[in-house]
């Protein structure tokens, strides 16, 4: 089920992010399937957790792959499924790297590998792929609002979710110590 979470997750947030235009919120531009990357960054921690770092990565590439196809078949330019892929690849990797050795809690290896992972993904993708670098849909004042944007919407799913798990482990510790 993990598996299957994180790569719908990911293949959803391409459909998602071509079917609806941007979220504005003020001066930050939030592409819609931006919500459900960062909730991969966590399905990829829960992944890496039954399955180990060395098989995660096998799930990453599967990941990255149907990413790509996906991009493509929905008409996406050449440079924004290139900046898609890379910026996949280099944040999941960051994010698998940085969860490994961090010796805490997983709420909070999932909350600090996410708020990472999530930061380098919108940065590399925003200026990779959506800067006048890449497809210019978006001028070079736009950029910081776009990626302060998807910064700021990853970081409240990783939070809502560091919470989540942390009460869950919390039961988990009180039914085990009832028992």
Do not use: C
Request: proline share 3%.
């Amino acid at each position: 089920m993990r598996i299957f979470l994180y790569l719908f997750s990911i293949v959803t947030a391409n459909v998602v992010t071509a079917a609806f235009a941007p979220f504005h919120f003020g001066l930050f531009i939030v592409p819609m399937g931006t919500f459900l990357i960062g909730a991969t960054f966590i399905f990829r921690d829960l992944v890496q957790n039954k399955y180990g770092r060395k098989k995660t990565y096998f799930f990453i590439t599967t990941a990255l792959i149907l990413s790509g196809i996906v991009s493509f078949l929905l008409g996406d330019t050449l440079i924004i499924v290139l900046a898609s892929a890379l910026s996949f690849a280099i944040a999941e990797t960051a994010d698998t790297e940085i969860y490994t050795r961090i010796n805490l809690p997983m709420s909070w290896r999932v909350f600090y590998s996410g708020i990472v992972g999530g930061l380098l993904d919108s940065v590399i993708f925003v200026i990779i792929g959506l800067s006048p670098l890449g497809a210019n849909f978006l001028p070079w004042e736009a950029i910081p609002s776009a990626i302060l944007g998807q910064v700021i919407a990853k970081t409240i799913i990783q939070i809502i979710a560091a919470l989540l798990l942390h009460q869950v482990n919390n039961l988990s510790n009180k039914n085990a110590i009832s028992n």
